[in-house]
């Protein structure tokens, strides 16, 4: 954790002269096995502590073990880090390392005319160029001469710098990730004491690792400062961020936290039951490390014994979430029937990823909004709430935490593995500027006989009873039941009431959640880009540099997407066009002119990778022309 008054020392830079920049985004690329998405990780805690506004976008192969050189294990990182606010990972990196021949290949159509290209050449062989679908090394043939180009032989230079520690071949090709990342850091002006430490604390039980990867960290930066390579170092200012006590947090550990901060709140131990699934395993894996603050955590043998486990524990009283991906969410989906039924507290995570079936399971995709909407058998409406940056992961959270409490329904959390596994920095909230999540058991058998649908006048939420308090046993399952009682029932007539109270509860709940807001002009115009979700970075972007050129157009993002909020038809009358730019075939747009009969224009990109600035720019002008 770092403040954003925090004062870091620079290590010396060997007299070369300093470049002063806005920011810089740098993507990190090789063999899935070659350490950079540490490398990257690191990097990108350096320049929070040293204040940086950032964003980082980690790219995992899809393949667990893909073969070594290829294109298909290729693994990334990117990272934008600026000294004023930015909200994306950047549309193109300015500097692109490349660690073999498949990372190039891979990743050089994105780099910058005239960007930096870091390559090692000793992964350059005959072999790897063939892996990599190379005819002629291109470190040769002219087709790298748009760039500035430093071929150096990383792997040679960590041999040299380790050769006395004793370590084996591998472990020392191992460490080439750290001199790599020592040479970076000279390059841009960065202290070596905060990943010097990570090192020591990392690999406290392997002295020998660790001395080997100190002395890559060093030799890297020592190779930047004596080869006189590098002409120039970059400095970059911290940002001018809101005082506080800052986290770099990416959107699935945010989303852990989000769940633990609502149980205490609400006062209600936290339950979380799950079967690992890309990219929302790390929820799992995050919480299970906060026993001590109540969390219980239950790794199933399969989706339906996780998503029953939490209505279980809903039922006993417990604050009960369930996550999963899409894959994992069809089969929890009569179960969410049943949490619907019988009216339960539950918050079902939706971390997405490409599909369909096993799909892109390491891709990111917004493509799971149907199936929150309407990815159940029978008439079974559930509330559906986004996060929209990694951050925001936390809040919208005990959002659904909230709701699902205060109303007595299951509630879907959409987020997806471009905040998953994103981050940025998070200023860490007061207690009182977090929402009011509160549980509302029955703990006294009411006057009469007992009855568990007795509802709430204002939400319609039923009572909550917790089990084996006196005078309140009463049956639960996936049978209809009664409006009044709760027993089974078959009646036609009764069906229909408690369909239509299932509905009218979650419609209620937009008396309860914030206006939609527009950014811009808030009394109409020519052009409304409408987003949900992880768009919002990329919209917000464009639609300021759009503003900047005197185009009239503005920028709503939905947190709410059952219920719309109460305002949202009268903001999508204002606008001459509406936009939706989302990573899927069209699914908001459909509910849009679906409820609203508004003729909503898609902008649709399915290819595993958010949007870019530059595309979204590219839309607003194509429809203002």
Known sequence: MSTASDDVTTPHDGGKPHRALEGAVIRFSGD??????????????????????LA???????????????????????????????FTPGDQPDVLVAMNPAALKVNLPDLKMGGILIINEDAFTKQNLDRAGYDDNPLHSGVLSHYRMFSIPISTQTDAALKETGLSFKEVQRAKNFWTLGLLYYLYGRPLEHTLKFIEDKFRAKEDVALGNRLALKAGYMYGEVSEIFQEIYDIPK????????RNMTGNVATAWGALAASKKAGIPLFYGSYPITPASDVLHTLSRYKHFGAITFQAEDEIAAVTSAIGAAFAGQLAITGSSGPGIALKGEAIGLAAMVELPLVILNVQRGGPSTGLPTKTEQADLLQAMYGRNGECPVPIVAASTPSDCFI???????????????????????????SEPWRIPEDDELPDVQGHFLTEKPEGEFHPYLRNEETLARVWPLPGTPGMEHRIGGLEKSFTSGHISYDPENHEKMTWVRQEKVDRIANDIPLAHVDGSREGGKLLMLGWGSTYGAIHQAVNLARAEGLD?????LKYLNPFPRNFE?????????????????????????????PAIGL????????????????IKRELA
């Open 570 to 598: 009268d903001v999508l009358r204002k606008f001459d066009k509406v936009v939706v730019p989302e990573m899927n075939n069209g699914q908001l747009r459909r509910l849009v002119r679906d409820k609203f009969l508004i």
């Open 604 to 619: 649709n990109k399915i290819q595993g990778k958010p949007f870019k600035v530059e595309e979204i720019l590219a839309c």
């Open 239 to 246: 940002a001018q961020l809101e005082p506080g006590l800052y």
């Open 32 to 53: 899935s096995g070659d350490g950079m998405q540490l490398t990257g990780t690191q990097f990108t805690n350096t320049a929070a502590v040293l204040g940086n506004d």
């Open 553 to 557: 157009v503005s920028h709503m993002h």
């Open 396 to 422: 919208m959270m005990m959002e659904a935490c909230r709701l699902a409490l205060k109303y007595m329904v299951p509630v879907f959390l959409l987020t997806d593995g471009y905040l998953a596994n994103g």
């Open 56 to 86: 980082t976008f980690p790219d995992f192969p899809a393949e667990i073990r893909a073969p070594a050189g290829t294109t298909f294990g290729v693994s990334g990182f990117q990272l934008n880090f600026s000294s004023r606010n930015i």
